[in-house]
């Protein structure tokens, strides 16, 4: 046993528990191997939270079976959400499976590798923390959610919020920070929710805006992020840091998911729309320039053409920087499958998802339209086609050039992957970027 292939799908936690998991098998001697049939342990990071992401795993399942037929000896495992504390029912449907894990928990794979290299797994797994990250890099902070959506199934599959202590997460930070990291993305279900569950502290209990202070004052760490807020939990202290905190990015991910009142209850969100306004003009008046984006369900059961209408009115009104419009697909086990009937048809979800985002692109380009000319500071987190490519502190995914651009978009040898002409190695930097041209998606500028 020498190699593992790990693939993924979903949300940036799931992300990060790859990266976790890669890391713990690295440590036991495995290497990583970009094609899952050369490897002797193939995982599916899976996601359950919308029907197509099932299917995509489901039919990566059906891939790995004819890999595992080919060799018996060759481990198969099936992780993160489509994983409930009842796997029965998964076995007796993917026989071929070796091993079923729970998101975080990796202790079954593990146990099972232990065995067949004869080795203490516990005693060769130190930190998790990715030991080759990029520039940029995950850090969950807490797992889990108490809050019941009606429409969400992630309480049932990675349980109660339990947050990570701050000691704990700022060591890891500085770990990264060790192995070459500039940006951290600190992570949660609902990450503004951090710390309600820790244990009261000398000056009170920590929370998120605490522990963005202590990151913060970390030496070489050059950008903080976090995701994904809930509106209930985004405190007036959070926000404050956002606006005071120098390494703490002016980008807050907000979702609303409807624009209706009677919707937002039957999705048991807890706050109204007049409730979410109010908290993006009191981002936008502390944080002055901050970006925000939202999520977006379209096609809830029972929502109505005027409804949706007051959804899209939503998204006219607040003109975020990104919107995620899903349509509903019902999530066996949630409250809405079992109290709602589905009947939204299909095709008008398509339809009302469709002109969400077409009045989002239209917003963007406007938006982004008025950047051009300005300059802004760019993380560069690696290459595209002869370009160097990054994000602004807002967030914003920028492209310029890395050299002589007619030499760079060539297939001349003299041109290297590490810069080409007069360009060096510029992974890492920050770059004071004008932006000359812009689309709705992304900017184009020159480094000053």
């Known amino acids: 046993m020498n190699s593992f292939h ?7 936690m799931n992300t990060a528990d790859s990266e976790r998991l890669a890391s713990a098998l ?18 599916l990071n899976s996601c359950v939270v919308r029907q197509s992401a099932e299917d995509k795993v489901v039919g990566n399942l059906g891939a790995v079976s004819r890999l595992k037929k080919q060799n018996p000896d060759r481990v198969i495992a099936l992780m993160g959400c489509m994983v ?7 076995a007796r449907r993917f026989p071929y499976v ?4 729970r998101p975080q928990q990796f202790e079954p794979l593990l146990e099972l590798v232990g065995e067949r290299l004869s080795l203490d797994w516990e005693g060769c797994v130190g930190s998790l923390a990715p030991a080759r990250p990029g520039v940029t890099c995950h850090v969950p902070i807490i797992h889990g959610c108490d809050l019941m959506c009606s429409f969400c199934i992630i309480p049932y599959r990675r349980g109660r919020q339990a947050s990570r202590p701050v000691d704990d997460i700022a060591r890891e930070v500085e770990l990264l920070v060790g192995r070459g990291v500039r940006e951290v993305t600190v992570l949660g279900q609902t990450v503004d929710a951090y710390g309600h569950d820790l244990p009261e502290q000398r000056g009170g209990r920590p929370d998120l805006a605490a522990l963005l202070t202590r990151l913060n004052a970390i030496d070489g760490l050059d950008r903080i992020r976090f995701l994904t807020s809930h509106p209930s939990y985004m ?8 606006a005071e905190l120098p390494k703490v990015c002016e980008h807050i991910n907000l979702p609303v998911q409807a624009g209706d009142d009677e919707v937002l209850a039957r999705m048991r969100r807890n706050y109204t729309r007049a409730d979410y306004i109010a908290l993006v003009e009191e981002i936008r008046d502390t944080v002055p320039g901050a970006s925000l984006s939202t999520d977006i369900i379209v096609g809830f059961p029972g929502e109505t053409d005027g409804q949706f209408r007051r959804t899209l009115e939503l998204v006219e009104q607040l003109r975020m920087d990104k919107v995620h419009c899903a349509a509903y697909s019902t999530r066996p086990g949630t409250i809405a499958d079992r109290t709602m009937e589905d009947d939204v048809p299909q095709a008008e979800k398509v339809s009302r998802r469709q002109q969400v985002d077409a009045l989002q692109e239209s917003i963007l380009a406007e938006i982004n339209a008025g950047l051009v000319g300005q300059d802004f500071e760019v993380l560069v987190e690696g290459r595209n086609k002869g370009k160097w490519q990054g994000r602004t502190r807002s967030n914003k995914l920028v492209f310029f050039p890395m050299a002589d651009t007619s030499i760079a978009d060539s297939e001349s040898p003299i041109f290297s992957n590490d810069g080409g002409p007069d360009g060096g190695d510029r992974l890492g930097e920050l770059v004071n970027v004008r932006i000359d041209r812009a689309g709705p998606w992304s900017l184009q500028g020159q480094p000053n």
Do not use: H, K, Y
């Not at 440590?27 to 995982?43: F, K, M, R």
């Not at 070796?98 to 894990?101: A, E, I, L, S």
């Not at 405190?235 to 956002?242: C, D, K, M």
């Open 6 to 12: 790990i693939w993924t799908i979903g949300c940036q």
């Open 26 to 43: 690295e440590q036991l001697g495995l290497e990583s191997s970009g094609n899952a049939s050369d490897a002797d342990v193939v995982v």
């Open 84 to 90: 409930g504390p009842q796997t029965g029912q998964l």
């Open 98 to 101: 070796d091993v079923f894990m």
């Open 235 to 242: 405190s007036r202290g959070i926000i404050e840091a956002v």
